[in-house]
């Protein structure tokens, strides 16, 4: 499956910002998806999950309550809304696909089995 990860961009914080992941090659509706992100000079970093059924949503605690994930496998396609932003949320979003039957935790990258390109999200102070 080839993910492609769109919607970055400047934002001031305080702002919103909606991130997509259009998947192709296959079905979504088998995989267990998750965001990721990396900001310059740090490691990559889980930011939220949700099984293929789109129960389950799980979050980082640095964005609970504030970043919601939601999947339509009618459109193949996972999204990030992104509220309330903070310059510390500037990063690479990356969306990633896991085999729902395959075990591991959906907050460890080393689960999931493909990865999109990323998108760059700047907070502005």
């Known amino acids: 499956v080839q993910l492609q990860a769109s919607g970055g961009g400047l934002v001031q914080t305080g702002g919103s910002l909606r991130l997509s992941c259009a998947a192709s090659?296959?079905?979504?509706?088998?995989?267990?998806m998750g965001w990721f992100r990396q900001a310059p000079g740090k490691e990559r970093e889980f930011v939220a999950a949700?099984?293929?059924?789109?129960?389950?949503?799980s979050y980082a605690a640095s964005v609970k309550g504030r970043f919601t994930i939601s999947r339509d496998n009618a459109k193949n396609t996972v999204y990030l809304q992104m509220n309330s932003v903070k310059p510390t949320d500037t990063a690479v979003y990356y969306c990633?696909?896991?085999?729902?039957?395959?075990?591991?935790?959906?907050?460890?990258?080393?689960?999931?089995?493909?990865w999109g390109q990323g998108t760059l999200v700047t907070v502005s102070s």
């Open positions: 990633a696909a896991k085999l729902s039957f395959r075990s591991g935790s959906l907050s460890v990258g080393a689960s999931y089995d493909y």
């Open positions: 090659g296959r079905a979504i509706s088998n995989y267990d």
């Open positions: 949700i099984s293929s059924i789109g129960a389950r949503p």
